[in-house]
Nanobody
């Protein structure tokens, strides 16, 4: 079992920045590929970005390329999502996810509880 806890969400004005963190506990963090998903009101949950267990390979959905950066610190069992140039369309609950594989996060094996990100115009 892996437990995932997100933090860092909040309310920010358009154009602002937030940094989300996902702290993992349980089995060795370095075994897992990790990802961030989001779910806006009335919409399906979608993948935002993912990172391989080594941290070398990353994926970004088109709408966040150039604005969001995923990273991980295996020594600290933590993954991060730096979000810049936020816009109201980024408003959603953001979920951390893990999959016991080298690359890829679909479908996840574990989910965090989510953290709300709200971007005001």
């Amino acid at each position: 079992q892996v437990q995932l806890v997100e933090s860092g969400g909040g309310l920010v004005q358009a154009g602002g920045s937030l940094r989300l963190s996902c702290a993992a506990s349980g089995r060795p963090f370095s075994r897992y590929s990790m990802g961030w998903f989001r779910q806006a009101p009335g919409k399906e949950r979608e993948i935002v970005t993912a990172i391989s267990r080594s941290g070398i390979s990353t994926y970004y959905t088109d709408s966040v390329k150039g604005r969001f950066t995923i990273s991980r610190d295996n020594a600290k069992n933590t993954m991060y999502l730096q979000m810049n140039s936020l816009n109201p369309e980024d408003t959603a609950v953001y979920y951390c996810a893990a999959k016991n594989t080298a690359v890829g996060v679909m479908p996840p094996d574990y989910w965090g509880q989510g953290t709300q990100v709200t971007v005001s115009s």
